[in-house]
C-alpha cells in the first residue's frame, strides 16, 4: 500500500517551484486492512493487515513499505536516478497440491525517473537476491494532486515484467505435479502485467491521516495453463489511518 509516498513523490518531484518550503523530513506510519488475492493468479480473495511506512528525507531518500527504498544519488534538471531496493511480499493462500510455495524476496537494482509537468515518470531494473533468483522491471507514470487542504489524490498507469524464474516460481508446478497433469515441468514465458491504482490522503488531524488505494493489474503475458492460474486479474483495495512525523527547515517537529 502506498497512497502517501505516491502522492508525496509526485508533489515533490513536479513542484520543484512551490512557494511553500518542504519539511526536510517527513514519516508516516500505521496499518491497513486489506482485500487481496490468496494468491497470484488465484480468483479468491481474502482480507488481511498491511503496515503502512512511508519516509521521505529532503527528497533524496524516499522509502515505503511496498514501493522499495530509493536514493536519488544522480540528478540532472528534471531527471534523477539511483539505487533501489524492494520487499515483495509473496501469498501462498490456498495454493493448489503440487505448486512451489514461493517466498518473500529482496529485490534490488537501479531506477530513472523524470519529472513532467502532469507527474512522474519512471522505470526500473531489479534482479531478486533471494526467492525466485531472476530479473523483474517496471515502466509506470504517476500522478497527484492536492485536491483541497486535507485531501490529496493520486494515480498511477503501470507495465510490470518478470523472466521465467519468477514465472516458475508463482505459476509452475512441482515435477511428480507437472508430470501427473501432463503439463510442462519449466514454463519459459516471461511474466507481463499492466494494471492502473487510485490513491487517497484525507488529513483527519494534523497529524493523523486517512489513507486509501484501489490497485487493478491484468496478466497479459502468454502463460501455459496451470493450476495455480485461477484468474489473470489481480485486485487489491486497501484503507488505514497513519500518524504523521516531519521537521521543517529549522530542524523543529511539525
Not at 502517501?4 to 511553500?20: H, I, W
Not at 522505470?123 to 523483474?136: F, P
Not at 483527519?204 to 489513507?211: D, K
Request: proline share 5%; aromatic share 10%.
Amino acid at each position: 500500500m502506498k497512497p502517501v509516498a505516491l502522492l508525496a513523490a509526485t508533489l515533490l518531484g513536479c513542484a520543484a517551484t512551490a512557494a511553500r518550503a518542504e519539511p526536510d523530513w517527513t514519516v508516516d506510519w500505521g496499518a491497513a486492512a486489506r482485500v487481496r488475492p490468496d494468491h497470484l493468479g488465484s480468483a479468491h480473495y481474502r482480507v488481511d493487515a498491511v503496515p503502512v511506512l512511508e519516509a521521505n528525507y529532503r527528497g533524496l531518500v524516499v522509502g515505503s513499505f511496498d514501493d522499495g527504498l530509493k536514493w536519488r544519488a544522480w540528478r540532472l534538471g528534471r531527471f534523477a536516478a539511483g539505487p533501489i531496493a524492494e520487499y515483495r511480499q509473496s501469498f501462498n493462500d490456498s495454493l493448489p497440491r503440487g505448486a512451489f510455495r514461493t517466498s518473500d524476496t529482496v529485490e534490488v537494482g537501479g531506477f530513472g525517473e523524470m519529472a513532467t509537468p502532469l507527474g512522474m515518470a519512471e522505470v526500473r531494473l531489479r534482479h531478486a537476491i533471494s526467492g525466485y533468483d531472476g530479473w523483474s522491471g517496471d515502466l509506470s507514470f504517476d500522478t497527484g494532486a492536492q485536491v483541497t487542504p486535507k485531501l490529496g489524490l493520486g494515480g498511477q498507469l503501470r507495465v510490470g515484467w518478470a523472466d521465467s524464474n519468477f514465472t516458475q516460481e508463482y505459476f509452475g508446478l512441482r515435477p511428480h505435479a507437472a508430470r501427473k497433469l501432463r503439463l510442462p515441468r519449466f514454463l519459459d514465458e516471461d511474466f507481463v502485467a499492466v494494471g492502473a491504482e487510485f490513491d487517497a490522503v484525507r488529513s483527519v488531524s494534523p497529524r493523523l491521516r486517512l489513507v486509501g488505494e484501489i490497485s487493478f493489474d491484468r496478466i497479459v503475458g502468454e502463460l501455459r495453463p496451470s493450476p495455480v492460474l485461477d484468474s489473470r486479474n489481480i485486485a487489491t483495495a486497501s484503507i488505514g489511518l497513519t500518524y504523521h512525523w516531519s521537521s521543517g527547515t529549522e530542524g523543529h517537529a511539525s
